[in-house]
């Protein structure tokens, strides 16, 4: 079964650089989520995207945007990157039935800030 | 704010033990509970989700309960196996949110199970 692919596995980026993380939610989502986690933290959510439009916000910082695009796929846009931003970033998706809320997470994106 | 605390913050057994896990919570007010597993370095999977209206979820040797009064959950693992050694996360949904899957997450146990 198709499972949420994030991409690029890993990126090691310099201080102060841009990086670019793409998720692409299992097909027939609708929902995506957004959630970065630090070195030996738990995961701490970033942002989320209904239908294109952004649904819910969290510890999102200014210097990242994200957004949904017609096919679904969403990019986290982080800039002016700092060393703190080092961590595993999570994408995942949902398509809400029943009441339910199954999230489905992707295997992650491995961000390295030098 | 929601916050999620999970005792033990480790636990080692041998294999063949019964085991819990131990999630709380301190808004009562959720929309469901999840329990996920970590394996180092990689994604999240998901392993029960109960509903504020549900008592427990089984899946196999896993057993989650659900006490929303008391801010409780507890993940009951049957006839521990090597293989289950992982991070296990307890995860919530804030009821009156705008997005269910916003999760605010505990800070995981860690088990190890030795053969």
């Known amino acids: 079964a198709a499972g949420v692919i994030q991409s690029p596995r890993h990126l090691i980026k310099e201080k102060r650089e841009t990086a670019t993380l793409k998720c692409y939610p299992i097909p027939r989502h609708d929902t995506v989520y957004w959630y970065q986690q630090g070195p030996g933290q738990d995961p701490q959510f970033l942002i989320s995207?209904?239908?294109?439009?952004?649904?819910d916000k969290g510890s999102i910082p200014d210097r990242f945007s994200a957004q949904q695009f017609s096919d679904y796929h969403s990019e986290l846009n982080m800039s002016s990157l700092e060393l703190g931003d080092s961590a595993l970033y999570f994408c995942?998706?949902?398509?809400?039935?029943?009441?339910?809320?199954?999230?489905?997470f992707g295997a992650g994106s491995r961000l390295t800030v030098l | 704010k929601q916050e999620v605390t999970q005792i033990p913050a480790a636990l080692s057994v041998p294999e063949g033990e019964n085991l819990v896990l131990n999630c709380s919570f301190t808004d009562s007010a959720i929309y469901n509970l999840q329990w996920f597993r970590q394996d180092p370095g990689k994604g999240l999977t998901s392993l029960l989700l109960i509903q504020s209206s549900q008592r427990e979820q089984t899946s196999g040797r896993l057993n989650a309960s659900l006490d929303k009064s008391s801010g409780r959950s507890t993940l009951y693992i049957a006839a521990s196996q090597p293989g289950d050694s992982a991070t296990y996360l307890c995860?919530?949904?804030?009821?009156?949110?705008?997005?269910?899957?916003?999760?605010?997450f505990g800070q995981g146990t860690i088990l190890t199970v030795h053969p």
């Open positions: 995942a998706s949902s398509y809400p039935t029943a009441g339910a809320n199954v999230l489905t």
């Open positions: 995860a919530v949904s804030d009821a009156g949110g705008t997005s269910y899957g916003k999760l605010t």
């Open positions: 995207f209904y239908e294109k439009m952004q649904s």
